[in-house]
């Protein structure tokens, strides 16, 4: 990520030398809990390699968009040659980082990590996504943002990632303003665009390596954009809005939202793929989730407030237009219903799951193809969750756990089971079951 004077770390909050903390074994261990042998299938590969954070998950198309997609739906990948593929970048306050593809093997259950697959890269990725090539037509392609936007082919007939094109949208200055985030067309592939803390927009031709049309967006950096279209993308910036842009008419835009407090950055901006009347965005240190709907500019249609940390990652569900996964500082991802959003809730709007990392979550994605994964990245660990529907759910009374037919205990807690595949940098990757908190 990118932080407020321009330098690359964890939008502030990175520990001294690019380290997290890792003293978070003993208190996972209250979390995990072991499944049936007949309900789980063995997944697990030895992985040596010295432990680094870990940034953005990326699910190939394959899987879906990122695997809880790489946000957009990562906007994972879309492919569908290419199932359960899955992106890993580094997050460490120094020039080389890495970026890794790992992909399950359906041959033998394993998760396969490729060194051929495995590549330096320039600084922290900002954000990194597969085209979202469904039909597998073109070529297959891995794209990423941090100093530059750089797009990178992967051949499969020889394993190894090939750098395709650096795209630098600022040729005429000496230094570039780094890349806070870029988003993919899914409609139109050949178009990705870009913000950046200089202030602009860029919508990049990758076809032809070319600026389509680069804009002053903010008046401030700005820190995440989002398609809703072919030709209509919205940004949200260091101003505290919320702009929606038409290239039909690039001398206007449209303020969806403005912080009500002055100078609160807006840093982050889902926009429903399934429903484009509704967007979310995340305040900067806020617990707090607004989620819009442009059709009534400036108030929002409701406030997401069951965080008790500052909200790093949102992700709207591929295959539903009411449900959105956020996750945050305070270890929770959680996913809402807000098919009732509008109406009046006593309390405010709780969550329907709820899940809990042994460490702060910084980022999440949520697979367009296999819509039941998830994948969190948090410390130096990768976890992927998948919603056991066929499982009965568990529930916690007088400090027990009790099997029961999907009920809610007395004090109004419950518990979910939730398979999960738990890749650390530098360990194996475990199928186990997780117990997820609920509020």
């Keep these: 990520m990118v932080n407020m004077d321009g330098g690359y770390g964890e939008e502030g909050r990175l520990r001294e030398g690019g380290e997290y903390s ?11 809990v072991k499944g049936r042998e007949d309900d789980r299938e063995r997944l697990s590969f030895a992985y040596k390699k010295k432990p680094i954070p870990l940034s953005s998950p990326l699910y190939s198309p394959q899987l879906s968009a990122a695997l809880l997609s790489s946000h957009k739906t990562d906007n994972g990948s879309v492919r569908r040659d290419k199932k359960y593929r899955l992106a890993i970048a580094s ?28 590549f330096e890269h320039p600084y922290p990725p900002t954000k990194t996504i597969f085209i979202p090539d469904k039909e597998c037509q073109k ?40 890349l806070t985030s870029f988003d993919w067309n899914e409609a139109e592939p050949r178009r990705i665009g870009t913000s950046s803390i200089d202030t602009t927009c860029t919508i990049w031709d990758i076809e032809r390596e070319t ?28 101003d505290g809005s919320v702009r929606v842009f038409d290239l039909r008419d690039k001398e206007h835009s449209t303020i969806i939202y ?37 059709r009534f500019p400036t108030l929002p249609v409701v406030e997401l407030q069951r ?83 066929a499982i009965r759910l568990f529930w916690q009374a007088q400090g027990q756990v009790l099997e029961s037919e999907e009920k809610r205990c007395c004090c109004g807690h419950w518990l979910e ?23």
């Excluded at 890792?22 to 995990?32: Q, R």
């Excluded at 051949?155 to 795209?167: A, F, G, T």
């Excluded at 738990?422 to 997780?434: C, F, R, S, T």
């Design 22 to 32: 890792l003293a978070v074994e003993e208190e996972e261990k209250e979390y995990w």
């Design 91 to 118: 997050l460490l306050e120094q020039y080389p980082n890495r970026v890794e593809i790992v992909q399950l093997d359906e041959s033998n259950g394993e998760i396969r990590s490729d060194p051929n697959l495995s």
């Design 139 to 178: 070529p297959d392609l891995l794209a990423t943002s941090s100093d530059f936007l750089r797009v990178w082919r992967i051949n499969d007939e020889q394993p190894r990632v090939e750098l395709k094109s650096l795209l630098n949208g600022n040729k005429n200055s000496e230094f570039c303003g780094p």
């Design 211 to 238: 600026v389509d049309t680069q804009l002053i967006a903010h008046d401030k950096e700005v820190y995440d954009i989002a398609w809703g279209g072919v030709g209509v993308f919205a940004s949200v910036s260091a």
């Design 258 to 294: 403005e912080s009500s407090e002055p100078d609160t950055p807006l840093v982050r901006l889902g926009w429903n793929k399934q429903d484009p009347r509704y967007m979310a965005t995340i305040i900067m240190d806020s617990a707090k989730v607004v989620v819009l709907d442009i």
């Design 307 to 389: 965080h008790h940390s500052s909200v790093n990652a949102v992700a709207w569900a591929p295959h539903s237009s009411c449900h959105i996964c956020t996750a945050g500082d305070d270890s929770q991802a959680l996913i809402w219903d807000l098919s009732s959003m509008g109406q009046p809730v006593e309390g405010g709007l709780d969550p329907i799951l709820a899940y809990t990392a042994g460490a702060e979550i910084e980022q999440l994605q949520w697979s367009s193809s296999q819509p039941d994964w998830v994948a969190i990245a948090f410390s130096t660990k990768l976890q992927i969750l998948r919603s056991r529907s």
């Design 417 to 439: 089971l939730l398979r999960c595949l738990i890749w650390e940098a530098g360990g194996k990757l475990q199928d186990v079951y997780a117990v997820g908190n609920g509020p």
